[in-house]
């Protein structure tokens, strides 16, 4: 019997998403405290299915789980996190100034669906603040630093705040991903376009490349670009030096739902995950990795809520597999399942 699904999932669920989404990370952030915190967890969690280590952009990963971006966004609970038995664990989204983020409410449910919207709006403490938190990171854990800009930098200004995080965080995270692609702050997706996009490569590549050691630098993508766009984008991305890219992003689309049309358009704008975003992102990684060649790192994130998912992002090309909305659908035992079914 999976107890997250029997008994946890549905007390959170009898609470609004976001406050349920605060219960949980301040218990994870007790556990990261406690000095036996982190073994408490991994107890609880059961051991870890065996896999052989990945080296993936220079980096070894002990298996190739990790989380993606949005659930620890201020880097407050990557002990707990990384005792549940990810390979690696993706903090951020983090812009250089703390900002509140969009007004509430804004995070949202389809249980029907078993998706999320959300229009978080980069959130967070800023990212002095998380780079203070990961100097006592746990050791032996692939920690990653999501970066993006505040809301109201101007696009044409903001390679600046993408260099800002990179250096603060350059000492305490193993990899970065430049998130151009959040459909939650105005105009960010117009950084995927060609040349705003070749520019803050540019910009980016040039300041990672200022630190020692060096850091590999991954990009992550919207479904919502066309095929054409994709390969095109794709080719700039390996052509300017960046070592990877994640795909994908949430979805504008609200194609296909069983969740009642109304209650969706009450809900309003937002990113939607999930269930629902699982056949467009496979075929991303699937379209990429025709584009780049059987050797450039993706990352694939979207629509992965059990192992045959996972599964499925592997044959489709992807190097490493991300989850989060799985994860508050179907708890950490999902984790063992990817992991599991990824090395059968």
């Not at 260099?163 to 990899?175: C, G, N, Q, T």
């Not at 992550?220 to 766009?229: G, I, R, S, V, Y």
């Not at 790192?297 to 809520?305: N, Q, S």
Request: aromatic content about 6%; proline content about 8%; glycine content about 10%.
């Amino acid at each position: 019997m999976n107890a997250y699904r029997s008994f946890i999932r549905p007390l959170l669920f009898c609470l609004p998403p976001e406050a349920a989404h605060r219960w949980t990370m301040a218990a994870l952030r007790v556990f990261s405290i406690l000095p036996f915190g982190p073994a408490v967890v991994k107890f609880f969690s059961g051991k870890v299915p065996h896999s052989e280590p990945l080296v993936v952009s220079g980096l070894a990963f002990p298996n190739p789980v990790g989380l993606a971006a949005g659930l620890d966004k201020d880097a407050e609970a990557v002990a707990a996190l990384g005792a549940l038995g990810f390979g690696f664990v993706e903090i951020g989204t983090l812009t250089p100034k703390p900002q509140p983020g969009n007004p509430q409410p804004r995070l949202f449910r389809l249980p029907k669906d078993r998706g999320l919207i959300n229009r978080m709006g980069f959130n967070n403490h800023g990212v002095v603040a998380a780079a203070q938190r990961l100097k006592n990171r746990p050791a032996g854990l692939v920690v990653g630093g999501n970066i993006g800009k505040n809301k109201d930098t101007p696009n044409e200004l903001a390679a600046q705040d993408y260099v800002l995080s990179l250096r603060a965080l350059h000492p305490v995270v193993d990899f970065f991903t430049v998130n151009i692609s959040s459909p939650n702050t105005p105009g960010l997706r117009a950084l995927q376009s060609l040349e705003p996009l070749r520019e803050l490569m540019r910009e980016v590549l040039e300041e990672r490349d200022r630190h020692q050691p060096r850091r590999p630098v991954w990009v992550k993508l919207a479904p919502d670009l066309t095929n054409e766009e994709l390969v095109d984008t794709a080719q700039l991305i390996v052509s300017a030096g960046a070592d990877g890219i994640i795909a994908t992003n949430t979805t504008l689309s609200r194609s296909g739902l069983g969740t009642d049309p109304l209650k969706v358009e009450q809900m309003g704008a937002g990113g939607l995950s999930g269930a629902p975003l699982r056949q467009r992102s496979t075929d991303v990684i699937r379209v990429l990795r025709g584009a780049v060649g059987p050797d450039f790192p993706l990352i694939a994130v979207g629509g992965v809520l059990s192992g045959q998912d996972a599964r499925e992002k592997k044959e489709a090309g992807a190097t490493l597999v991300q989850v989060y909305t799985g994860l508050i659908y179907e708890g950490p035992q999902l984790v063992h399942d990817c992991i599991r079914a990824w090395n059968d």
